[in-house]
């Protein structure tokens, strides 16, 4: 495999991961499991949101309005899956 498609692959299985990791936070803190006052689960939504938030805006403009419910975060996890196999498919 070539060693930059190898490098992509790994930054986005990572990406994923940590999209992943946000997802089930944030259901988390929907269902009132985790406090989201307490210093580091505060601290670790507000890096998430830093790190997603830019991406899930652009994803949400073209995403309908289904009220409380938020799934561009599952479209960008599937999206991020899809082209993670496509660069393996194609290129590995």
């Known amino acids: 495999m070539n060693p930059i498609v190898f490098a992509i692959t790994e930054i986005l299985s990572i990406y994923s991961l940590l999209l992943f990791i946000y997802i089930i936070m ?33 994803i949400r403009k073209f995403m309908p309005d289904l009220g409380p419910v938020d799934i561009a975060p599952i479209v960008l996890f599937i999206l991020i899956r899809i082209i993670n196999y496509t660069l393996i498919y194609y290129f590995g």
């Open 26 to 58: 944030v259901i988390l803190i929907q269902f009132n499991i985790i406090n989201r006052h307490q210093p580091f689960v505060a601290g670790a939504i507000q890096f998430f949101r830093r790190i997603f938030e830019p991406v899930l805006s652009k």
